[in-house]
């Protein structure tokens, strides 16, 4: 069993099929009993993708609906959810001051690093599709995991 801290990039291959899904799955599969960690800010995000894919035409609105409903239900009792506070706030000023990150992307990173040092039993692997996120969650010493990536 170990933990995972998802940052949307990562979450979405749960739900839509697309480069990565694959992988997601397999270590979403119960026999491996893995708890995920994601950020409050999570939800607005997911949310943002699949109507992004709507409105480009991939999937329907009714199929989006589902998906929300189904997220919200392991929102609520599958995912870690961590609230977004202060020191998480701070903690990204931080990052985006050393790496050249997104507003949002900086968040994420700094919620998997606020949840290792307020977690230190169980160290998160952050798991995301983005490189330049990665790079920069290695360098701030994270185990990291793409999903996209051969394995």
Do not use: W
């Amino acid at each position: 069993m170990a933990l995972y801290y998802l940052d949307t990039s990562a979450l979405v291959k749960l739900y839509i099929r697309e480069t990565g899904t694959e992988r997601m799955l397999r270590l979403a599969h119960p026999e491996f009993n893995h708890r995920f960690a994601v950020l409050a800010i999570s939800q607005v995000e997911f949310r943002s993708a699949l109507r992004r894919r709507q409105r480009a035409g991939d999937i329907d609105q009714g199929t989006v609906a589902g998906l929300i409903q189904r997220f919200t239900q392991h929102l609520e009792a599958t995912f870690l959810r961590q609230s977004l506070g202060e020191a998480i706030l701070e903690l990204a000023c931080g990052l985006i001051d050393r790496h050249p990150l997104r507003a949002y992307d900086a968040v994420q990173l700094a919620g998997c690093l606020f949840l290792k040092a307020n977690v230190p039993a169980e160290q998160p692997t952050f798991v995301c599709a983005d490189l330049q996120l990665l790079e920069a969650a290695e360098a701030e010493g994270l185990a990291i995991l793409n999903p996209e990536s051969q394995a």
